[in-house]
């Protein structure tokens, strides 16, 4: 109930003391495996609460206590998700990059790999830096898209157009976009 109820602190205390009065009871795993979600949850519920700083340490408490967690690439992947919502850049690239190097060739590297790309390319504008990263993707569900950016950026493009429409008696003025 409390859990639900988002009272973090008050459900881990409860079944905390559940542990430490029955330590033989048959629900010990379960309760146990609760606890550990838990932990996670804490920072989820942060994350989507938009408290990022909280929701960084939480999950960086989680990482730490359970590295052998399967939630741990997600994890480390939302912790570079925070960092692109608060546009630090260079901040959410570095942790993606650890994600790529502790977990190579899972889909959630794979997620990271291509958001290097993504980002250097919207965000930082260094196109060679965001093809090379994109090349660098080359397994998972993203490798198709990833292989998409780097054919529209190496694509030749001509592109014209007009910001409105001119009159007659008015000299029009055209955008013109080449690559």
């Given at each position: 109930?409390?859990?639900?109820?988002?009272?973090?602190?008050?459900?881990?205390?409860?079944?905390?003391?559940?542990?430490?009065?029955?330590?033989?009871?048959?629900?010990?795993?379960?309760?146990?495996?609760?606890?550990?979600?838990?932990?996670?949850?804490?920072?989820?519920?942060?994350?989507?609460?938009?408290?990022?700083?909280?929701?960084?340490?939480?999950?960086?408490?989680?990482?730490?206590?359970?590295?052998?967690?399967?939630r741990c690439p997600?994890?480390?992947?939302?912790?570079?998700?925070?960092?692109?919502?608060?546009?630090?850049?260079?901040?959410?690239?570095?942790?993606?990059?650890?994600?790529?190097?502790?977990?190579?060739?899972?889909?959630?590297?794979?997620?990271?790999?291509?958001?290097?790309?993504?980002t250097r390319e919207?965000?930082?504008?260094?196109?060679?830096?965001?093809?090379?990263?994109?090349?660098?993707?080359?397994?998972?569900?993203?490798?198709?898209?990833?292989?998409?950016?780097i054919q529209e950026?190496?694509?030749?493009?001509?592109?014209?157009?007009?910001?409105?429409?001119?009159?007659?008696?008015?000299?029009?003025?055209?955008?013109?976009?080449?690559?």
């Open positions: 109930t409390y859990r639900m109820q988002r009272k973090f602190a008050d459900a881990q205390r409860v079944w905390q003391e559940f542990l430490r009065a029955h330590p033989t009871h048959k629900d010990w795993s379960a309760v146990q495996q609760q606890l550990l979600d838990l932990e996670y949850e804490v920072g989820a519920d942060r994350y989507a609460e938009k408290q990022y700083p909280e929701a960084r340490e939480a999950w960086q408490r989680f990482l730490d206590a359970h590295p052998l967690d399967p997600e994890t480390l992947y939302a912790l570079g998700q925070i960092e692109h919502d608060r546009k630090e850049w260079q901040a959410a690239i570095d942790a993606w990059t650890r994600l790529v190097s502790k977990y190579p060739g899972t889909d959630p590297a794979s997620h990271a790999q291509f958001m290097i790309g993504f919207r965000e930082l504008h260094r196109f060679p830096e965001a093809i090379e990263a994109y090349r660098a993707c080359t397994w998972g569900a993203y490798a198709p898209q990833a292989q998409a950016r950026m190496e694509a030749k493009k001509l592109v014209v157009v007009t910001e409105r429409t001119f009159r007659s008696n008015e000299t029009p003025e055209l955008k013109v976009v080449t690559r």
